[in-house]
């Protein structure tokens, strides 16, 4: 049984860091891609980040450049994300996904993954 669980969110301050986890088991973690994702109160989900399986190239939405840094412990099957520089607007719950396919150059594009963590609350206080 495939299992994706979040943790590290909080209430934090603008100009405040955050490191998210996320760890996933019941299947190959070193040869697929992962990913975050982020929905806001009233929004639709939102692609954030994505690292391929080697962690050797990442991609960022435009919002969190520079801000947000992906990435990943194949040895322990966890990916993190450090939210550096948090803003009012970054206020959601942050979802952790992990790819369907193996070896997949992942695009960010939420049918890219299959599994799918309950989500951590990021809330950040102007």
């Known amino acids: 049984q495939v299992q994706v669980a979040e943790s590290g969110g909080g209430l934090v301050q603008a100009g405040g860091s955050l490191r998210l986890s996320c760890t996933a088991s019941g299947r190959s973690f070193s040869n697929r891609a992962m990913a975050w994702f982020l929905q806001a109160p009233g929004k639709e989900r939102e692609f954030v980040a994505t690292?391929?399986?080697?962690?050797?190239?990442?991609t960022n939405a435009d919002s969190v450049e520079g801000r947000f840094t992906i990435s990943r412990d194949n040895a322990n099957n966890t990916v993190y994300l450090q939210t550096n520089s948090l803003k009012p607007e970054d206020t959601a719950v942050y979802y952790c996904?992990?790819?369907?396919?193996?070896?997949?150059?992942?695009?960010?594009?939420?049918?890219?993954?299959?599994?799918w963590g309950q989500g951590t609350q990021v809330t950040v206080s102007s």
């Open positions: 996904a992990q790819a369907r396919a193996i070896w997949q150059i992942p695009r960010g594009v939420s049918q890219e993954y299959d599994y």
């Open positions: 690292i391929i399986w080697s962690g050797r190239s990442t």
